[in-house]
């Protein structure tokens, strides 16, 4: 066997260099941890958007109800725990399916996702995302008694959106207007309509058709229910985009993020939500004094007071975070869809 002799001393040294990176590379890739896959499985729904969406469906049916005692019933109950297993089904496929088309982009923004870290072969992911797909759609298809066009339309409209955000040769994601119109129609009207429709459907005996969650628009409630989470929203949609800048335009995502800088988005969604809470905080403290008994007062005032308190949370966390500041600002991100949830757990009191 011939041997190898490298004479010249920093040639040497970068060769043992190279030894020496190349087996620590092997012993980290041989110690690397497997996760179970259930733990995989969980962290691959990107659970901040399952938890947003397992908040809304009861939270509609109680917005829905005709009275208190209505919506605390047996029929309620049954209607939110059937919508709420195809609807999180929806939202894996959806989640699921970003994932997997933003691979590379994530290698770059979100390296601990489940798919670059490795945890989850992307084979695998996309066998996860269309058995999520076929039993959402089949549940909202098979069960008629329990089902209504309500929740078919916020199943099919979540999935044909979705569907269009991610995938090629589509993939609206890369036009900042059309991006932030898929989250905020679905996150906007097509589940808290949609929503909003089945409970009247199915838990409240409302005879419904194609035209209900049209009709549903029509009430006061689910009106301001749609158009509040709608500008919620557009605030979610955008703010994302904001710690993801670098690999966005690295793949020539043109998102509102990547053409006017990270500082302008991130003022400007702070200013919207804070303006949304406080809106909300005024117009029902008004509504206080015109209240035409004292649950309806209480309600109003809970909601009026739930909303400053998230406004002046805006106001107070933003203070802490440098726009340019990835690592800030996703941690602003996550802080934000905590008040998406509180929004949720107070729109039941919104009479």
């Keep these: ?82 919508a709420m297993v195809p609807s999180l089904l929806m939202n894996l496929y959806i989640t699921g399916l970003n994932q997997i088309t933003d691979v590379e982009i994530d290698k770059v923004n979100k390296p601990n996702l489940p798919i670059p870290a490795g945890h989850l072969s992307r084979k695998r992911a996309t066998f996860v995302v269309l058995v999520a797909l076929i039993l ?114 690295l793949f020539n995502i043109r998102s509102f993020t990547v053409r006017i800088g990270q500082k302008n988005v991130f003022n400007a969604m702070r200013i919207l939500l804070f303006g949304l809470f406080f809106g909300v905080g005024a117009s029902f403290l008004r509504g206080v004094t015109r209240a035409c008994t004292p649950t309806i007062r209480v309600c109003r005032a809970i909601v009026a007071s739930s909303a400053f308190a998230a406004g002046l949370s805006v106001q107070k966390e933003a203070k802490y975070v440098e726009p340019e500041d990835s690592g800030l600002v996703y941690k602003y991100y996550m802080h934000l869809w905590k008040l998406f949830y509180l929004s949720y757990l107070v729109l039941p009191f919104a009479r």
């Design 1 to 82: 066997m011939k041997r190898l002799l490298v004479t010249n001393p920093s040639a040497r040294s970068a060769l043992a260099f190279d030894m020496d990176k190349e087996s620590t590379d092997e012993n980290l890739t041989s110690t690397k941890k497997k996760l179970p896959f259930l733990t995989v499985l969980w962290q691959f729904t990107r659970p901040h958007t399952l938890i947003g969406s397992a908040l809304a469906i009861p939270s509609l049916h109680i917005l829905a109800a005709p009275t208190f005692r209505q919506a605390f019933s047996y029929p309620t109950l049954v209607s939110s725990v059937f």
């Design 136 to 249: 959402s759609l089949g549940i909202g298809i098979m069960y008629p008694i329990l089902s209504s066009n309500g929740l078919n339309v916020a199943l099919w409209g979540s999935m044909i959106l979705g569907t269009m955000y991610s995938l090629p040769p589509i993939r609206l994601k890369r036009f900042p207007v059309l991006a932030a119109f898929c989250i905020v129609a679905v996150r906007g009207t097509v589940i808290n309509a949609g929503f909003f429709a089945h409970a009247k459907t199915v838990a409240f005996s409302r005879t419904g058709d194609v035209t209900s969650v049209i009709e549903c628009l029509g009430e006061g409630k689910c009106y301001l229910s749609c158009l509040f989470f709608a500008v919620f929203g557009v605030v979610i949609a955008l703010m994302k985009d904001v710690p993801d800048v670098k690999g966005d335009a």
